[in-house]
Antibody, heavy 123, light 107 residues
């Protein structure tokens, strides 16, 4: 079964770039029409879609983050990545990667999810 | 679309029925809703998709229903492992959005 695992620094300084990687195991990132997604959860708060990529490299970014966001895919390594620039304390959150399912040609639900990684923005 | 879940906390005993509400700020096609369960320190787990289809391995005590702006997750008889945080998600409008969650706690 497909599993996802996030990796990356747990502490990032303000104004720097947050970089995370999601490694997919148990299946090929290139098989099927999936939305390889990043979702974050601020401490004690709800969930927010950051954006997603297809294995082709096409991406969607949440408009609220678009100017600072880059999501990319590396099919040879079966992983996808997130870069969020100019971070502030408001970007402190648990970051999840997840596989989004297609529903009538658009993004549907998410399953499975990675275990999540806490990223703290602090000097 | 803003999703508002109620109540914020639901205090029930094992064996009781839980009814969790998710109200959308605009109408959502009934099949464009999903529900997740999250336990402390864990990632969300998909329970229901397409408004009423159960994900693999999800017991039939979990039922999703609703239409328009009002959606419901019902747990027919609470088991000890069901006490957790529950989120609804809509994917009928981009970007998809999540509710703020309902916490089901042991009374």
């Amino acid at each position: 079964q497909v599993q996802l695992q996030e990796s990356g620094p747990g502490l990032v300084k303000p104004s720097q770039t947050l970089s995370l990687t999601c490694t997919v195991s148990g299946g090929s990132i290139s098989s099927g029409i999936y939305y390889w997604s990043w979702i974050r959860q601020h401490p004690g708060k709800g969930l927010e879609l950051i954006g997603y990529t297809f294995y082709s490299g096409s991406t969607y970014y949440n408009p609220s983050l678009k100017s600072r966001l880059t999501i990319s895919v590396d099919t040879s390594k079966n992983l996808f990545s997130l870069k969020l620039s100019s971070v502030t304390a408001a970007d402190t959150a648990v970051y999840y990667c997840a596989r989004g399912w297609s529903y009538y040609g658009s993004l549907g639900w998410f399953d499975p999810w990675g275990q999540g990684t806490l990223v703290t923005v602090s000097s | 679309i803003v999703l508002t879940q109620s109540p914020g906390t639901l205090s029930l005993s094992p064996g009781e029925r839980a009814t969790l509400s998710c109200r959308a700020s605009q109408s959502v096609s009934s099949s464009y809703v999903a529900w997740y369960q999250q336990k402390a320190g864990q990632a969300p787990r998909l329970l229901i998709y397409g408004a009423s289809s159960r994900a693999t391995g999800i017991p039939d005590r979990f039922t999703g229903s609703g239409s328009g702006t009002d959606f419901t997750l019902t747990i027919s008889r609470l088991e000890p492992e069901d006490f957790a945080l529950y989120y609804c998600q809509q994917f009928g409008s981009s970007p998809c959005t999540f509710g703020q969650g309902t916490k089901v706690v042991i009374k």
